[in-house]
């Protein structure tokens, strides 16, 4: 089983150069921004609103997974957690797992681990967003028992 270890500073400046690249690539892919000054937006987005106190930032959790049996970190989680009028509520924002870890089970594994710490946090619900192109990860979630709660369509002419 994994381990989920808070992030440090450092950590987090290493995720903040990849996970920039890829909340601009995947917003262009989804059709919701242009391509040139994706990464520019991605990057103010991540530093200003969602996380502007890095890995200090109130109620958001940032997380190195780790394979003990290996000895190496394979991936990064980061959740948040809210009230909302119906609970306290977690929201992932962020799964990683390093490509040479893939299909491994560590993004399930991962979920796992993070429930049983939410669940002690008295959390009623957990929530995600996942592109609709990213079958793969829809999957993982429907596997993990997350269920569709909102669906937007597009039609490009």
Same mark, same amino acid.
């Given at each position: 089983?994994? @381990? ?16 920039? $690249? ?11 921004? $242009?391509?040139?000054g ?15 106190? *890095?890995?200090a ?10 394979d $003990? ?26 799964? /990683? ?15 796992? +681990? ?18 609709? =192109?990213?079958? *793969?990860?829809?999957?993982? =979630?429907? +596997?993990?028992?997350? @269920?569709?709660?909102? /669906? ?6």
């Amino acid at each position: 089983m994994i @381990e989920l270890v808070p992030m440090t500073a450092e950590e987090y400046e290493v995720y903040l150069e990849v996970i920039v $690249p890829d909340y601009a690539r995947e917003h262009v892919e989804a059709g919701n921004w $242009p391509e040139e000054g994706a990464e520019e937006r991605a990057r103010k987005e991540m530093v200003e609103v969602y996380l502007p106190d *890095g890995v200090a930032t109130e109620n958001n959790y940032l997380f190195t997974i780790v394979d $003990p049996e290996i000895g190496t970190k394979v991936g990064m989680l980061w959740y948040a957690i809210n009230e909302k009028g119906n609970g306290r509520q977690a929201f992932v924002y962020d799964v /990683i797992v390093d490509e040479q870890h893939r299909r491994r089970g560590y993004a399930f594994q991962a979920f796992q +681990k993070m429930e049983e710490m939410v669940r002690e946090e008295e959390v009623v619900a957990i929530g995600l967003h996942v592109f609709g =192109y990213n079958h *793969g990860a829809r999957a993982m =979630y429907e +596997k993990l028992g997350f @269920e569709v709660t909102d /669906i937007v369509m597009r039609k490009w002419l």
